[in-house]
């Protein structure tokens, strides 16, 4: 009965006794499942304040040749409807652009070259996001046949980064189909940074670094006189309570931290279940 005193309050954490899960396929090819949540209790799955939908698929609404029911007059119906800030526009899309740069500061420090990756930056809106795609398969395309091309003596890490097209680089779209080739960085600079800030997040804010390989920091006391701002008794009482065991040094070795097995790692997946860290070959 605790559990379901207050109906608006329904758990359905992996520990509930009121829900019964179960898995079901979102599409056959490719292959996409999900895990579903069902009341199991009276009230059935009302009970439980849950509820799925799915979009359509664009080629489903363009087939039926419909006035008013295409894909571009259905969408702004989805946007207004859905919390997805990955398809909410610019200013509410919260898709950590920072992790590109990551990404580019773990391949300088393994490599010391980062020149097999290209950061293109757009707006996620349809038109321009359908001129980013044809462009970015046909440069990925092309690249590839050249890799595949090359017959010279050189090692393949040296071809990847010799074969790449000529105009493939980072940049970003001032607009639909006027693209910018420049570098993009982080912090922004250059011509797309009004267009395309990079925000941080509170790892970063907390002196860790870009490569962001620390997965449980090492904890040191709180330290008032090492910020450079001043507090409050109040608030030093409030940082103490919610910083009991003490605060991120990421200047130390993270908790547990080793170097990693290999560069690609699998564990599983829905079809072959969890595994151990697994090399890709």
């Not at 910018?180 to 990079?198: K, Q």
């Not at 109040?234 to 309570?241: C, P």
Request: hydrophobic fraction near 35%; include cysteine.
């Amino acid at each position: 009965m605790a559990q379901i005193s207050d109906g608006l309050r329904l758990p359905i954490g992996e520990a509930s006794s009121v829900v019964r899960r179960y898995r079901t396929t979102l599409t056959e090819s490719p292959e996409r499942s999900a895990v579903i949540m069902r009341g199991a209790v009276v009230g059935g799955s009302g009970a439980v304040n849950g509820g799925y939908f799915c979009r359509g698929l664009p080629s489903d609404f363009e087939s039926w040749k419909l006035p008013g029911w295409s894909w571009a007059d259905v969408l702004p119906h989805f946007l207004a409807i859905e919390t997805d800030l990955d398809f909410a526009g610019f200013g509410n899309d919260i898709h950590t652009t920072e992790w590109s740069f990551t990404m580019r500061q773990r391949l300088l420090r393994a490599n010391g070259t980062a020149a097999n990756q290209v950061i293109i930056e757009s707006a996620p809106t349809l038109a321009e996001q359908a001129n980013v795609n044809v462009y970015e398969l046909d440069a990925m395309d092309r690249w590839l046949t050249a890799i595949d091309a090359d017959h010279s003596h050189h090692g393949l890490s040296s071809k990847v980064i010799a074969d790449k097209p000529v105009d493939l680089g980072d940049g970003c779209y001032a607009s639909t189909t006027q693209r910018i080739l420049a570098t993009v960085t982080d912090p922004a600079s250059g011509p797309c940074a009004a267009g395309y800030p990079v925000a941080t997040n509170p790892r970063l804010n907390s002196g860790e670094s870009l490569t962001m390989s620390a997965l449980k920091c090492a904890l040191t006391p709180l330290d008032f006189d090492s910020y450079p701002v001043s507090f409050t008794a109040a608030e030093k009482a409030q940082l103490r309570a919610t910083f009991p065991t003490g605060v991120c040094d990421y200047h130390r070795t993270a908790v547990g931290q080793q170097r990693p097995i290999a560069p690609w790692l699998s564990y599983g997946d829905e079809r072959t279940g969890l595994t151990r860290p697994t090399p890709i070959r």
